[in-house]
């Protein structure tokens, strides 16, 4: 099995000659911006990977994590952009980034090697009023029998380094949902486990997370391997 893992979220940075589209900047550094946090997670998960990608350009630009057709694919920021601009977006960001982690995958199930892939996420512990009771979510899709081992193992994997930590399935958002891991589990039918791992951005101070939750997650996830 090979362990892939990503991080679609993982900056907020605007090309210079989109700047001038984004003159309110301070909600570049909010979770409408980017996923924070997520790229230290990914940072530290990195080095356990067979193979691994992440993106430091901001959602706001263009969403890496939804499907092309997404009403949601573009901000209120780049939405007016004409046509051509767009496209220039999805072929040098969206189709760059997504094809280099299909293009791996599909290399793999080619010589029969299965593949596990986690998509690092971060959430926002208040949304619209609502006060999100998780710590770490694991999302996946609970009709696949082998995704559902996958993450039944992942979260007793991380109760038994800390039983501290509220764990929760498909939330705060479902597995099944829109999102890069359902477009490849669409695509590979076989031997592909796609769950997207979502912290709490609580935990996050200046864009880090606490050392302890990354080792817990490191040592859970190097569990699933054996």
């Known amino acids: 099995m090979k362990l892939v893992i990503t991080c679609e979220h993982g900056g907020n940075q605007i090309p210079l000659e989109y700047q001038p589209y984004f003159m309110d900047t301070s909600v570049?550094?909010?979770?409408?911006?980017?996923?924070?946090?997520?790229?230290?997670?990914?940072?530290?998960?990195?080095?356990i990977a067979d193979y691994s990608n992440f993106s430091t350009i901001s959602r706001l630009l263009i969403e890496l994590n939804r499907s092309i057709n997404n009403k949601n694919l573009f901000s209120e920021f780049t939405k007016p952009l004409l046509v051509e601009q767009k496209q220039t977006l999805i072929d040098n960001y969206y189709n760059t980034y997504r094809q280099a982690v299909t293009d791996y995958i599909a290399l793999q199930l080619k010589h029969?090697?299965?593949?596990?892939?986690?998509?690092?996420?971060?959430?926002?512990?208040?949304?619209?009023?609502?006060?999100?009771?998780?710590?770490?979510?694991?999302?996946?899709?609970?009709?696949?029998?082998?995704?559902?081992?996958?993450?039944?193992?992942?979260?007793r994997n991380i109760i038994a380094l800390n039983p501290d930590y509220r764990v929760r399935y498909n939330y705060p958002y479902l597995g099944k949902a829109d999102g890069f891991t359902t477009a490849l589990r669409q695509q590979f039918k076989k031997n592909y486990t796609g769950i997207e791992i979502e912290i709490n951005q609580s935990y996050s101070i200046n864009d880090i997370m606490p050392k302890k939750l990354k080792q817990v997650l490191k040592h859970s996830i190097i569990k699933l391997k054996t």
């Open 28 to 47: 570049l550094n909010t979770h409408k911006g980017y996923d924070l946090g997520a790229l230290d997670v990914f940072k530290c998960l990195k080095p």
């Open 112 to 155: 029969n090697i299965s593949v596990l892939h986690l998509s690092i996420h971060s959430f926002t512990p208040v949304l619209n009023l609502e006060v999100r009771q998780c710590d770490i979510g694991i999302l996946y899709d609970s009709r696949l029998e082998q995704e559902k081992h996958y993450a039944t193992k992942l979260k």
